[in-house]
């Protein structure tokens, strides 16, 4: 079992910027990608990011490229996601996922319960 919990969630102006933590336990000897998907109110969950623990490859949605950086420290055990340039099109609960496979096609196994960014205009 590996357990994920997100923090950093918030309220932001438009511009602004926002970092999300997602700290992993258990047996995470068992996933090589960490990924973060979101999901909107009335929308369907869609990927963001990816990032292998091994070889720091990473992989973004085109909407959040550019502005969206995703990294790990793998001392912690901890990826993060550093969201630069907010938009109010952003407003998502942000899920923490663990799995195999990476990319928007991908395999996660492990959910954490997500955390809300809302950002204002």
């Known amino acids: 079992q590996v357990q994920l919990v997100e923090s950093g969630g918030g309220l932001v102006q438009a511009g602004g910027s926002l970092r999300l933590s997602c700290a992993a336990s258990g047996r995470t000897a068992s996933t090589a990608i960490m990924g973060w998907f979101r999901q909107a109110p009335g929308k369907e969950r869609e990927f963001v990011a990816s990032i292998s623990w091994f070889t720091g490859s990473t992989s973004y949605a085109d909407s959040v490229k550019g502005r969206f950086t995703i990294s790990r420290d793998n001392g912690k055990n901890t990826v993060y996601l550093q969201m630069n340039s907010l938009k109010p099109e952003d407003t998502a609960v942000y899920y923490c996922?663990?799995?195999?496979?990476?990319?928007?096609?991908?395999?996660?196994?492990?959910w954490g319960q997500g955390t809300q960014v809302t950002v204002s205009s």
């Open positions: 996922t663990a799995g195999r496979v990476p990319g928007p096609r991908g395999v996660y196994d492990y």
